[in-house]
């Protein structure tokens, strides 16, 4: 792709590379990099091997330990200049985003708004309280102090990928961590290039962060290499299970951050038009494409005619097509992607749903779909569609629709609409990683701790210092005396 002068993401440096000690051929052959709005080829990325992984980790490992003993200052600096990056190129970065993506414009903004973001919050954890000091009974002084884990590999997705990469790379490199980043081979450049030219530009020594771009066989590489410590991966349920059974193998940590069916209940007595607005955001942006997206919509059975209504128009007035236009939604990231959209929703449509709006594409746009009259054991309510599709059930009383909720084995977000009294009553009711009373489900913010429960993973790992430092550093427990101490033998 043909990019500005002063350029960050110029292809001749990134262009079917990986980046090891520098911008290097991978073993593996590259891949193109698809807009999936229009087809065209925007670049070529360089795929790691797994002896490519290999490598990385023992490079790594070296350079991690050098890293860890830079002070706390020149590791904030190198952060907060990564950060400033984010913004002085947030243009290119944009543009980028869109096109790989397919995402509308506020979409790729709020990427390069949180990456920025990620960094600064993590500019502070070096200076952090880095532990506790403990009483004892022993004559010795105690401290239970954190330590950097050693290396951390990153795996992410397609959907968001500059946030869900930033957001581990961010603080585990803060926390004095050396970090593999492994993006999706679709969407290499959001998901990696960006994050490697940023710090790259702020100084970070070499080694420190690699990219290693690849598909399942890479990501297994690295819950496999003894170096690696830390597996961070956000992706779906199938993927997650397997990472987790190696790492559990492997004996290595994993933050698990994995698919979601999140719900969003709309209370009796709510304001329609406003509920439906937020139900149409919720299920419709970035085309469906995010964990958090709105994927049950659960109504108070005295509202659900007018909801359905509300919903519907809107679904029927949005704009889909290509994101770098006037549109509400883009493409599809891929033919896979949609078939199975379509799949589910078709096999809706037999089981005797009615498609009140949408069921239809052109390409990779799918047109914002709304299913009612759908029972609770069909695909296209117990399962994650990833797609613009928002299927409508109603509820009776607050115990019915927490028994809704909860009998879906996902758990990442609720959102609640309504009577705040009652929104009170049920959150205390759903088993869900995040709760949002007045708000749809889609919600990220740099700071607030981030996860799932059950089938949406091991929960609540990224944001904040608190969830950071326990994220990607290791406990040490301290003791120090003036004297060797005394013993009996
Ligand atoms: P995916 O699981 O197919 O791929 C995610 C990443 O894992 C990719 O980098 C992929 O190459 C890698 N991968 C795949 N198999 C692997 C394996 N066996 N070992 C190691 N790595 C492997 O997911 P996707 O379809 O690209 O993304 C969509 C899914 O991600 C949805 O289920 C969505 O809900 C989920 N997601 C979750 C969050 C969250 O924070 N909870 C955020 C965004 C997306």
Not at 62 to 78: D, F, N, T
Not at 231 to 249: D, P
């Amino acid at each position: 792709m043909q990019t500005e002068q002063s350029s960050i993401l110029d292809p001749s440096v990134w262009g079917g590379k990986i980046y090891t000690d520098g911008w290097t051929q991978g073993s593996a052959e590259s891949v193109d990099v698809i807009e999936p709005a229009t087809g065209a080829v925007l670049g070529s990325a360089g795929i790691a091997s797994a002896e490519d992984v290999y490598a990385a980790a023992t490079r790594a490992a070296a350079a991690q330990r050098e890293w860890a003993a830079r002070k706390p200052e020149e590791r904030a600096a190198v952060l907060r200049r990564a950060g400033q990056v984010f913004e002085d190129h947030v243009q290119e970065f944009n543009t980028w985003i869109q096109r790989e993506t397919g995402a509308i414009a506020p979409k790729a903004g709020l990427e390069t708004h949180v990456a920025a973001n990620e960094c600064f919050d993590a500019a502070g954890l070096p200076h952090h309280p880095a532990g506790d000091v403990l009483t004892s009974d022993e004559d010795h002084w105690s401290f239970a102090r954190r330590v950097p884990a050693g290396v951390v590999a990153v795996i992410s997705p397609f959907n968001f990928p500059l946030i869900l990469s930033i957001r581990s790379v961010a603080p585990a490199l803060a926390l004095g961590n050396a970090v593999i980043l492994k993006p999706d081979p679709r969407t290499p450049v959001s998901g990696g290039v960006m994050i490697m030219r940023a710090f790259e530009e702020a100084g970070l020594p070499a080694g420190v962060l690699q990219l290693l771009t690849g598909g399942a066989e890479t990501g297994a590489a690295l819950t496999d290499a003894p170096e690696v410590r830390i597996v961070s991966f956000t992706g779906s349920t199938a993927a997650g299970r397997k990472v987790g059974e190696a790492c559990g193998r492997n004996l290595k940590r994993a933050h698990l951050e994995l698919g979601g069916n999140n719900a969003m209940v709309v209370l009796p007595g709510a304001d329609v038009a406003a509920a439906a607005s937020a139900g149409a955001f919720g299920s419709f942006m970035h085309q469906g494409q995010v964990c958090m997206t709105t994927g049950r919509h659960l109504v108070h059975e005295s509202l659900k005619e007018e909801y359905v209504a509300a919903l519907k128009e809107k679904a029927e007035h949005l704009p889909v097509g290509d994101p770098t236009g006037q549109v509400a939604l883009g493409p599809i990231i891929d033919e896979k992607q949609r078939d199975n959209i379509d799949r589910i929703v078709r096999g809706a449509k037999d089981a005797g749903a009615n498609i009140e709006a949408g069921g239809t594409y052109e390409n990779l746009f799918y047109a914002p779909t709304v299913i009612s009259g759908i029972d609770r054991d069909n695909p296209a309510w117990a399962e994650e569609i990833f797609g613009p599709v928002a299927p409508v059930l109603s509820f009776s009383s607050i115990e019915e629709a927490a028994e809704i909720i909860n009998a879906n084995e996902y758990g990442l977000s609720v959102g609640i609409l309504g009577d705040v009294g009652q929104a009170m009553k049920l959150a205390d009711l759903v088993h869900s990683g995040k709760v949002h009373i007045n708000e749809q489900t889609v919600s990220d913010e740099s700071n607030a701790p981030f996860g799932g429960v059950g089938a949406s993973g091991t929960g609540s790992r990224f944001g904040g210092y608190t969830a950071n430092i326990e994220a990607f550093t290791e406990t040490q427990w301290l003791t120090m005396r003036p004297d060797i101490a005394p013993y009996p033998f």
